[in-house]
């Protein structure tokens, strides 16, 4: 008899190599750069597995060194790589970006064609072959091509059927192209949405307003089942039983604002699925995002797996 691997939480996206320069210097004249790996479906599913949860990503590499490199990573986060394939045909993705001095980040993409912008129906089924708990996508999967596009409504419209709770964050990318249609594509997804990880600064151009309680409103009439509103250094807001509640961010030190909200949305779904009501689970995610923006990198900051786990057993009790 066959042996289930279910999986809680399985992240369905790219993961891509990043070349950042160090200490700020320009891309155009600096002799060396960081490698890393950058994905915002892998840096949720990382926060998920820090804090003690089987998390696993889903996704396509390519057959070369960077894509070894992506699996490697994800090994290293604790996070499952066995729904990863590799293509032998297309390469991994990557890009560039550039940290000013200011503060200003410009980011150029080389994705186009890439191992992950084939994603189709066949990687849905193999994640619903055994279906996790739940599954987390972006609207980022989406923008990546027809193919990409296609499987996200695909896993959306099955996941129900298959017991499988779905996440979605809309993560609208104009580096991607055509925002309106990203936007569109969102609000087609809406009505097979579980919960809803959406960004304060997302929620205007999605809902046409950026006032929490008509925010909650909206997602709950387009067929949202549950909305946490991520404000950045507002902090969030959560649901409750009275509708909505605020709560302020947990950071105090700011390095580097990328990832945080990964590290949120992690952390949120992971304390939910452990049964936290949502003012715990924002509570955890809150604390897993302050420690990532403390730090370089998406993942950098995220706290030893010990003090995660106790951080998780705290938002349960809450």
């Known amino acids: 008899m066959a042996v289930s691997r279910r999986l809680d939480i399985v992240g369905f996206g790219e993961a891509m190599a990043l070349f950042q320069p160090f200490d700020g210097a320009d891309l155009r004249t600096a002799a060396q750069v960081g490698v890393h790996v950058a994905g915002a479906e892998l840096n949720l599913c990382a926060a998920a597995a820090r804090v003690g949860l089987r998390a696993g990503f889903c996704s396509r590499v390519g ?48 994705r186009r064609g890439s191992a992950a912008s084939a994603m189709s129906g066949d990687d849905v089924a193999r994640l619903l072959a055994d279906p996790p708990r739940l599954v987390a996508v972006s609207g980022i999967t989406s923008a990546l091509g027809e193919g990409p596009r296609a499987a996200v409504r695909a896993l959306l419209h099955r996941a129900r059927a298959a017991g499988t709770t779905v996440a979605f964050d809309p993560n609208l990318r104009p580096a991607l192209g055509d925002v309106d249609g990203q936007l569109a594509e969102a609000r087609a997804l809406l009505p097979h949405v579980d919960v809803l990880l959406l960004g304060l600064d997302e929620a205007e151009p ?6 929490p309680a008509s925010i909650f409103r909206a997602a709950a009439a387009a067929g949202v089942r549950e909305t946490v509103l991520k404000a950045g250094a507002d902090g969030c807001y959560h649901a409750t039983d009275a509708g909505f509640a605020h709560l302020p961010t947990a950071a105090s030190t700011v390095v580097d604002p990328v990832g945080a909200g990964d590290a949120f949305g992690g952390g949120y779904l992971a304390a939910r699925l452990r049964g936290a009501a949502p003012s715990g689970a924002a509570w955890l995610g809150s604390r897993l995002a302050a420690g990532v923006v403390a730090a370089d990198g998406d993942t950098d900051g995220l706290p030893a797996a010990d003090t995660a786990r106790a951080l998780l057993c705290d938002a349960v009790g809450r």
């Open 206 to 211: 999605l809902f046409g307003t950026a006032d």
């Open 63 to 110: 057959d070369d060194p960077l894509g070894t490199r992506v699996v490697d990573h994800a090994g290293s986060l604790g996070v499952d790589t066995g729904l990863v394939t590799v293509d032998a045909q297309r390469p991994t993705g990557l890009f560039l970006k550039d940290v000013r001095p200011d503060g200003v980040r410009r980011v150029h993409y080389y």
